[in-house]
Structure formats: C-alpha cells, structure tokens
C-alpha cells in the first residue's frame, strides 16, 4: 500500500513512520508513506499557497490551483483508490473505517491548515473526508499520522502475530480485556488465576465476559440496543 500525504509541514510527519510497527512495516515493503510538500506546487515567486478569503473574514484559505496541481502530478503517476481530506467536520474515524482503508492499493491523505480548504477541492477533488475527533488541530498532519497508523497496522503480513489485530480493542465492537504478564504475583498483587489453569476455552470466555463488562461501563454505545 502506497499512502502520499499531501502538506505544507513534512517535517512534522518525519519521524512518526520511522519507528516500531511502522518502520516494520515499510521495511517489509508492504507499506510506503510518501510527503509531498504542497509548497513545490505553490505559486508565483513565493511559493504561495494560500489567500485571504472572499467575503471577508479572519483567516486564510488554502488555494485550489496548488492543490489541484500537486494531486494531479501524483494521479498522473498511478491511480489512487481515495483521495481524502482531514478535516473536522468528516466523518468520525473509527475501526471500520480503518479496515476498510487498510484494502485500498493507493490513497492520498490531503493535511487542511488556517481556516481550512477552498470548497472547490471538496466539491471537485476529494473522495472522502475525515475527523479524528470533536477538536480542532491547528493542521491536519497529526490526525494523517493517526490515520496511517492505525490503517498501516491492518495491512495483512505488518503485525507479527497475524491474528492479532482480529483481537484489538473496537474489531468486535468490545473493548479489549485486560491482560497480564510475569509475575504472577507481584507484592501480593494477584493475577486473575484462570489464566493460569492452562484451560484454552475457559479462558476465551473469561476474556469474552471481561470485554463485555468493560464495554458496558465505560462505551456502552458501542452495544446493540438490547
Ligand atoms: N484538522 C483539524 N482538526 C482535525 C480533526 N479533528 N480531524 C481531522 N483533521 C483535522
């Protein structure tokens, strides 16, 4: 999967895929971050890439020629399955739409600054938007970088233990059970002993029933209605 990430501050999303699951995942070759500077396609002697707005107000608004130069360079290399806009007021990320980006070839993740994208970007270039959450960042890379990490992950041969992401926290709509390692018992702080009865089924229940308790105190939006 190749994923371009359209910005005006690369050096911000420098060491993010650097690190972890994520370098692993690049050294494998199963998952390219490209950064594209936004400014190599800005325009006139400075480079420009935004303007005041029209109607007036505070604020500037990221200009659409810009834009639409640096996305089509890149459409003109390959095809790409999305290109997306982060933005908070897009549809709220979560797990599905995760799973559902770690299947695509190639996608562009396009960062908005100042006040935001001229709508013509919106209207005529973008597949999709997203927000990351009910805040407001001051530039979209940090919520590109959550993006690529939580897609990138997915992406079938990344995780060492290829069943594990099936287990995470949100992939069965549970939050994930607790869990533990040695010791056993440190300063009288006791395990839960099924875990250590050696009793596969028993302890898939108890992990089973352990979601589904955390799940209905703390997000029981996440259970179906009844
Ligand atoms: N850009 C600024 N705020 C954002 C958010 N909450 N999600 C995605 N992109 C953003």
């Known amino acids: 999967m190749r994923i371009d990430i359209i910005t005006v501050l690369p050096e911000l999303l420098d060491s993010p895929f650097q690190h972890s699951i994520m370098k692993r995942a690049a050294d494998k070759g199963l998952l390219e971050v490209n950064l594209v500077q936004l400014r190599d396609y800005g325009l006139g002697q400075h480079k420009q890439v935004d303007d005041y707005q029209f109607g007036g107000g505070a604020g500037m608004v990221m200009m659409v020629e810009p834009i639409f130069n640096c996305i089509n360079a890149l459409k003109a290399q390959r095809i790409y399955d999305e290109v997306i806009y982060l933005t908070p007021d897009g549809e709220r990320f979560n797990q599905k739409i995760a799973n559902q980006l770690s299947l695509k070839g190639n996608i562009i993740l396009l960062c908005g600054h100042y006040k935001g994208v001229d709508e013509r970007i919106r209207e005529h270039l973008i597949t999709r938007e997203i927000s990351i959450g009910d805040y407001v960042l001051s530039g979209g ?45 440190f300063q009288g702080w006791e395990i839960p002993e099924i875990l250590l009865s050696g009793h596969t089924a028993k302890i898939e229940e108890w992990r089973h029933d352990e979601a589904l308790k955390k799940t209905k105190s703390r997000r029981p939006d996440l259970l179906p209605e009844n």
């Open 141 to 185: 890379e940090l919520a590109a970088a959550i993006l690529v990490d939580a897609i990138g992950r997915l992406i079938p041969g990344v995780l060492g233990d290829e069943t594990s992401a099936l287990f995470d926290s949100f992939q069965d709509d549970l939050l994930a059970p607790p869990v533990y390692t040695r010791p056993a018992n």
